[in-house]
């Protein structure tokens, strides 16, 4: 038998005894300019913070975002995690195809309660542009 929406959603209710309300999508608007350039970052291969409370409001639980890629060198990666993640497989991955084209990628990432993410890029990027296009509360 087929349940309604609404009837999953009482049954996951009564389960988890909480009451689950929809998340709120705030779209940044027509933004100018971006957020982060590579002189912003650290290559090194390692994680890095990156403190997004510039521009994120408290109380916001994800953040999506638009990662802008160039490099002289085919699968030069570029990688985002929220902060306090460890494992390799939970990760937003943006990587070059092809060395000297630009490449663009949506990512949606979860913040800890300070706004942080963390990110990781191969040495030597010759463009990372970061631009924050809205949130979740």
């Not at 802008?68 to 993640?85: E, H, P, Q, T, V």
Request: with cysteine.
């Amino acid at each position: 038998m087929l349940q309604s929406v609404n009837d999953m959603y009482e049954n996951l209710k009564e389960i988890h005894n909480e009451d689950r309300t929809a998340t709120t999508y705030f779209n940044r608007g027509d933004s100018d300019s971006y957020d982060f350039m590579t002189g912003d970052l650290t290559f090194d291969d390692g994680y890095h913070d990156l403190d997004l409370s510039g521009v994120l409001p408290s109380g916001v639980k994800t953040v999506h975002m638009t990662v802008s890629l160039l490099d002289n060198a085919a699968g030069s990666y570029f990688i985002m995690r929220k902060k306090g993640n460890v494992s390799e497989y939970n990760v937003s991955v943006a990587r070059t195809q092809v060395a000297d084209v630009w490449y663009d990628y949506e990512a949606w990432l979860p913040c800890d309660e300070n706004r942080f993410i963390q990110y990781r890029g191969v040495a030597g990027f010759t463009n990372v542009y970061l631009r924050i296009r809205g949130w979740t509360y």
